[in-house]
């Protein structure tokens, strides 16, 4: 019976080890095996995103601490050390129930709102990166931040395993809409006239500019319809609104770049 009873308590303790989330950059966890080039790797892009249905608590506890989730990631700047984690955790579940990518720009911290934009510099070489936050950690002592492998990698620690940073959270995009940068796209057309008679239409119900655009793919060109620009982020909200009391899906672009 001492035997059965040691090989009980044995296999609860693994089970238990199993559960438990170890500080990232430690206790296993590693870089990729083959050497990666991040050089080609983005920054995270602020965007629009309503807050998590999973991972913000007002209030949780891990390893018999308490952490308080922040109501808003507004105005928030810290200085700490920053860790990492790689391979032990890529493909699990984060606390936003995605899966993690050692390979994206993503982050976890104990007390900002999921998701959250923040920009992270290491005051140790200047570097910056901006992050997605979508995880909960780290939970070792002085420690604000875990960003994934390659994010460390981009700020130059990913060798030494932890840096000293700052960490400041970013306005999303309706908070940061700048004059003349934001389009909607609103349709696409194979015939010219078609697009040409829905500007009509949508010349109409809007007050703001809509363009036809021809694009080039190939051997063929269609003709976009395009709102824009947007001089602010209050009258985006009333063009977004038009036109879907109206049933008309629309493409948020900035630039050039497709951002919601």
């Not at 559960?19 to 590693?30: A, E, I, M, Q, Y």
């Not at 602020?46 to 390893?63: I, M, Q």
């Not at 005051?123 to 002592?141: E, Q, T």
């Not at 809007?206 to 395009?226: D, G, M, N």
């Amino acid at each position: 019976m001492k035997l059965y009873h040691v090989l009980l308590f044995s296999l609860l303790c693994v089970l238990l080890s199993a559960c438990t989330t170890s500080t990232p950059g430690v206790l296993k966890d590693s870089a990729p095996k083959q050497p990666i080039d991040v050089s080609h790797v983005k920054d995270a892009i602020p965007k629009h995103e309503s807050p998590s249905r999973y991972g913000n608590p007002s209030s949780y506890v891990v390893n018999g601490q308490r952490y308080y989730v922040l109501p808003t990631s507004k105005n928030y700047k810290e200085k700490g050390v920053a860790s990492w984690y790689g391979t032990k955790f890529h493909g699990r579940l984060t606390s936003t129930r995605e899966a993690y990518d050692m390979l994206a720009m993503t982050a976890a911290s104990p007390v900002l709102p999921l998701p959250t934009y923040a920009r992270v510099t290491n005051l140790n070489n200047g570097k910056s990166v901006v992050v997605r936050v979508n995880d909960r950690g780290p939970f070792a002592p002085g420690r604000i931040i875990d960003l994934s492998y390659t994010a460390a990698k981009k700020l130059g620690y990913a060798e030494k395993g932890t840096a000293y940073v700052e960490v400041t959270a970013l306005p999303m995009v309706f908070d940061s809409v700048a004059p003349d940068s934001y389009y909607l796209q609103v349709g696409a057309f194979s015939v010219a006239s078609h697009a040409n008679r829905y500007q009509q239409q949508l010349k109409q119900l809007l007050q703001a500019p809509v363009r036809v655009l021809s694009k080039h793919t190939h051997h063929t060109i269609f003709y976009v319809v395009r709102v824009g620009p947007v001089e602010s982020s209050h009258s985006l909200r009333q063009v977004r609104s038009v036109l879907q009391a109206r049933g008309i899906s629309s493409i948020l672009i900035q630039g050039n770049q497709y951002v919601s």
